[in-house]
């Protein structure tokens, strides 16, 4: 096990690029997202790299694992601009040799050409929001694309890249258990390597969340039956070769997603672009950051100087806490070895054992993982963990 200072080589160093700006913004969505129609690319590729300059400096002796551009849309950003940051990057860290670049897209704002162009820049795998396989139900999620739409988008990215992921929401409004497992089944006959199955939540601030406070969102599943949704994706896609490592993330064995398995894993990432966070180590105390949220501060702060807004150190308890919340998500579960040297008070042996007694967690070695039946309640296992 690494020393304190370097536990984050057991995650790894990663680069997240935050594009804020979407042609709509979805009802459920609560990310950093903004509706824009005059964007100057130029403008905002100079600030990208003059951030990734100064996030360098820190940090230039690195393997860079990955490269993840999020949103927001990041298939709305010229591909000379992806193209750009990817070889800046390259020069500033040194790039490991396999190195995973993913960029996240919509079907409604891409063409042909354009997966081509991305691919040409460097980017080796795609994340599509599909979010449904049903026209009724993307109209009610807000999405600017049909089910033919998301297809052929869906097609062009498979011919284009080795590595496609793509979205789906269930317990959507009005879907029934076997409707979930009926589409389920035919998001599996596409997939290629690896899909996030997320259930819909309702976020205050969203415009779901507005409409579920005044009443007026009707038709969400019971839990009991979003309980079963749940329990039937795990087992469609394990039977389908497509286990979960993540509560929400299933892959074929090699295909889970690099970067956020960085997340996971409790790694260190810069992060750059509006609203973007980042966790990275420096001598001997690990820091997160934050930068403005606003795309207009962000751009000024950036001409000023630097993008964030705020930088901290966190307490080892912090990080304790950190590290079991984001490690416990994977079905690989967390090191008890690690939390231990991370944390001021180690876990509690008598509650590991109460939940190993309620079927909740499994202990193998120095390695905590929640069952299925403990993944299914994975918050109520957390806060038992930390009382």
Not at 334 to 357: H, Q, T, W, Y
């Amino acid at each position: 096990m690494a020393a304190l200072a370097d536990d984050w080589l057991n995650g790894g160093f990663g680069l997240y690029v935050h594009w804020p700006f979407c042609e709509a913004k979805c009802p459920y969505c609560d990310f950093n997202s903004y509706v824009s129609i005059n964007i100057n690319q130029k403008q905002w590729l100079a600030a990208y790299l003059s951030e990734l300059k100064r996030s360098a400096h820190q940090t230039s002796d690195r393997i860079l694992n990955t490269i993840f551009f999020g949103g927001g849309t990041p298939s709305l950003m010229d591909p000379e601009s992806v193209a750009a940051i990817i070889d800046t990057a390259r020069a500033l860290w040194r790039p490991a040799n396999d190195m995973e670049i993913t960029l996240e897209a919509n079907p409604s704002s891409v063409e042909a050409g354009r997966f081509g162009a991305y691919r040409d820049a460097g980017v080796n795998r795609i994340s599509m929001g599909i979010q449904a396989l049903n026209d009724n139900d993307l109209r009610r999620l807000g999405r600017n694309h049909t089910v033919a739409e998301a297809r052929a988008a869906f097609d062009v990215a498979r011919d284009c890249f080795n590595r496609v992921s793509f979205d789906l929401i269930y317990a959507r409004q009005h879907q029934s258990v076997g409707e979930w497992r009926a589409e389920l089944s035919e998001a599996l006959s596409m997939a290629v390597d690896h899909l996030s199955l997320y259930q819909l939540t309702i976020e205050d601030g969203t415009a779901f969340g507005d409409r579920y406070a005044l009443g007026k969102l009707r038709g969400l599943p019971e839990e009991d039956s979003s309980a079963d949704m749940y329990t039937a994706t795990q087992e469609i896609c394990e039977a389908n070769g497509l286990p979960a490592y993540e509560v929400s993330n299933h892959a074929r064995p090699g295909a889970e997603s690099r970067h956020n398995l960085i997340y996971w894993r409790y790694g260190d990432y810069v992060g750059v672009g509006p609203g973007a966070h980042g966790r990275l180590t420096l001598g001997g105390h690990k820091f997160a950051t934050e930068t403005y949220l606003s795309p207009n501060a962000w751009l000024n702060a950036v001409s000023k100087g630097t993008g964030e807004k705020k930088r901290f150190v966190l307490a080892k308890q912090d990080q304790a806490i950190e590290y079991l919340m984001m490690c416990i998500r994977l079905t690989d579960g967390l090191d008890i070895e690690r939390f231990n040297a991370l944390s001021a008070v180690p876990l509690n042996e008598s509650k590991i054992e109460e939940l190993i007694g309620y079927g909740m967690v499994n202990v193998r070695g120095n390695q905590l993982s929640a069952t299925d039946k403990g993944r299914a309640v994975l918050n109520a296992v957390i806060r038992s963990l930390l009382e």
